[in-house]
């Protein structure tokens, strides 16, 4: 007749979802996780849908709204931590750069194309600029790099070589309730 | 890392005139209460904007990158993303507390148990008794003295004891343990009292306490029905939300209410039921009438239960079985020290003022949402929000397409962007504009659906 106040999570659990992201978050971080994953899992199917995502109202004012939803949703708990995983000061800047490779990869092939490049750049800049205007600014920045067919993982990173990550950094509230 | 919610509420308070902004919501029909939407627009408008200018700004003095780098920085706009997902201050205001389970043990879960059939089986049926009693004596006394008695004074005082008195049995019903703190209000010219909103029980404990007119949404059912034949007589204003029209009637009868010596009137500025642990913005309609603002702080004990009426979630008379079916409702309410608008203060800051004092008596954080935001998606319903964000990240990638233009775009937010490329988004820029003109000149003439209402809907 016990009551778990962190909503039925095990140890056991807790061990795997800490494993599973390489010990980017605590014990306490999963757990206040697990409650927010509930809140938003409104029928508590196991997974959150758009809908539910969207309902958001700092998430649906992102550009990226529509990439994230792809990520984020249906996804179940383990994966939901998984992809919250590179946004904290513990995961090393190789996953990190992985992370965002694989937003860019929109087609999942391994490889972000022109055409994947097309779509992330549609929603990060939305109207303002037209179709010639990315093509031709995807056409410049893949030459640049010496890769037009598109970049594999290592000129992904090659390119963000320079690039300072801090501000890849979000914090879990300890205290949810 | 989260834009809005840096921000200090407040700041993005806009000047225009906001004749809705009254408007409280005991419930409200979903994905309405369009045009109540912008000066929350203009405030997360004007908060993102000058976090992602700064930001962008400090980005660009620091390095110089090469375009493909540029092209592949995403992480800021990731991370926000993910900081949304993780927590927002916006759902936790409407999310209601679980009972806090005891019978945790095998020696507590018999009284447990025991206490559950008490409630429902013995409570309950003589609580339904009583309150039927109650509104049959109601009813026998209150429509004959509308009917019957000549119009004056006597019988609007005859008619708000009836009123307190039916809403004394609703008390009744649920065992309100409820505490009054500060004088009791009076009638008179000129004064109006704002109060945080949980749910339209609010109301009757305050009505059996002291008679008050309220402005709310009308309902439909039993609750339509007292509205509509009975809290008539004390004055009350009602409207539906999704008419324009309505509202500006609303608005000048409110005026006039306020300015003549009636029964006093009572407004939920935050326009929506919030679950009594946060505050949302306070809409400004009650603060721009030079009237005298009475701030009533009302704080529910979680004890029993949680008297938060998720209206989306359950009808208001499940949520009055569940008051009825608990032990109690425990509550708080504080009468504070009536506020005039001072000099030089606008009425956002009045307004925040007022909140403030409300939010502190009742042990309640403010945060800055529009709480209209519960019933629509912001993003659908604004697309320039995320325009604008996406601006500056087209405008770092466009001084590589035409170097001319380097400079121009990205430190001036507020800029449209030039010619080529723009010309989609300057087009969505001119309606946002056209919009937002069109509420302002109806807003503050007063006019009757005006241009805004067919703009606003070509914009989403």
């Known amino acids: 007749m016990g009551q778990a106040i962190s909503g039925g999570l095990t140890q056991n659990d807790v061990d795997e979802v800490v494993g599973a992201c390489k010990g980017a978050f605590s014990q306490e971080e999963v757990e206040s996780l697990y409650r927010r994953f509930r809140s938003l899992d409104r029928g508590l199917k196991g997974y959150i849908g758009s809908e539910e995502l969207l309902a958001i109202p700092e998430l649906s004012i992102n550009p990226l709204a529509q990439r994230v939803l792809r990520l984020f949703e249906s996804v179940n708990f383990l994966e939901f931590v998984k992809l919250l995983a590179p946004f904290t000061a513990r995961v090393s800047r190789e996953d990190k750069l992985q992370f965002l490779f694989t937003v860019f990869d929109v087609d999942g092939d391994g490889l972000v194309s022109p055409d994947d490049m097309h779509v992330m750049l549609r929603q990060l800049a939305g109207s303002t600029l037209t179709d010639d205007d990315i093509g031709a600014l995807i ?20 390119a963000l070589a320079g690039r300072d990550l801090g501000a890849m950094e979000v914090v879990v509230p300890s205290d949810l309730s | 890392m989260s834009v809005t919610e840096a921000a200090p509420n407040g700041v993005a308070r806009t000047t225009s005139a906001q004749f809705h902004s009254f408007l409280p919501g005991l419930t409200m029909p979903a994905g309405h209460a369009a045009a109540a939407a912008d000066d929350l627009a203009e405030l997360t408008d004007r908060e993102v904007e000058q976090a992602y200018v700064a930001a962008e700004e400090e980005r660009l003095l620091g390095h110089s990158h090469s375009l493909l780098t540029d092209m592949l920085s995403i992480e800021g706009v990731l991370a926000d993303a993910a900081a949304a997902v993780v927590d927002d201050s916006f759902n936790k205001c409407f999310t209601s507390t679980p009972s806090d389970p005891w019978n945790w043990n095998l020696y507590l879960f018999p009284m447990w148990l025991l206490g559950v059939v008490f409630r429902y089986v013995i409570l309950f ?5 009583g309150l039927i009693a109650c509104f049959a004596a109601f009813f026998l006394m209150f429509f004959p003295v509308k009917a019957l ?44 009292w704002v109060a945080n909103h949980t749910s339209m029980i609010d109301y009757i404990i305050l009505s059996s306490y002291s008679a008050f007119a309220v402005i709310m949404q009308l309902h439909s059912g039993w609750v339509g029905f007292l509205q509509t034949q009975c809290l008539d007589s004390l004055g009350c204003l009602w409207f539906n939300r999704t008419e324009v029209k309505d509202r500006h009637l609303v608005a000048q009868r409110m005026r006039q209410h306020v300015h003549a010596d009636a029964t006093p009137l009572l407004i939920f500025p935050e326009g929506t039921c919030v679950n009594n642990e946060y505050c949302v913005m306070f809409k400004r309609g009650a603060f721009e009438m030079d009237a005298v603002v009475h701030p009533i702080a009302i704080k529910y004990n979680k004890i029993f239960v949680d008297a938060f009426w998720n ?45 403030e004092m409300i939010a502190r008596k009742a042990n309640l954080r403010v945060v800055p949402w529009d709480g209209y935001l519960k019933y629509y998606n912001l993003g659908e319903k604004h697309p320039g ?32 962007p030039g010619s080529g490329g723009g010309g989609r988004a300057a087009g969505v820029g001119r309606v946002e504009e056209g919009e937002e003109e069109g509420e302002q000149q109806q807003q503050q003439q007063q006019r009757p659906n005006g241009a805004a209402s067919p703009e606003t809907k070509k914009v989403n």
């Open chain 1, 139 to 158: 056409a410049r920045g893949l030459d640049g790099a010496g890769s037009p067919r598109g970049l594999t993982l290592q000129g992904f990173k090659a």
């Open chain 2, 125 to 129: 049926p003589l609580r339904l008794f």
């Open chain 2, 149 to 192: 008695w000549p119009p004056g004074r006597t019988k609007l005082a005859v008619e708000q004891r009836l009123i307190r008195f039916m809403c004394g049995g609703f008390v009744l019903s649920w065992t309100g343990v409820i505490r009054f703190h500060g004088p009791r209000p009076i009638r008179g010219a000129g004064r109006v």
């Open chain 2, 311 to 355: 209206s989306r979630r359950q009808s208001f008379t499940q949520h009055l079985l569940k008051l009825m079916t608990s032990w109690a409702v425990v509550a708080d309410v504080y009468f504070l020290e009536p506020q005039r608008r001072r000099e030089g203060e606008g009425t956002d800051g009045f307004a925040s003022r007022v909140q």
């Open chain 2, 385 to 416: 929000l995320i325009e604008k964000r996406r601006r500056v990240y087209a405008d770092v990638l466009r001084k590589y397409l035409r170097p001319s233009e380097a400079g121009g775009g990205a430190g001036a937010g507020g800029a449209r």
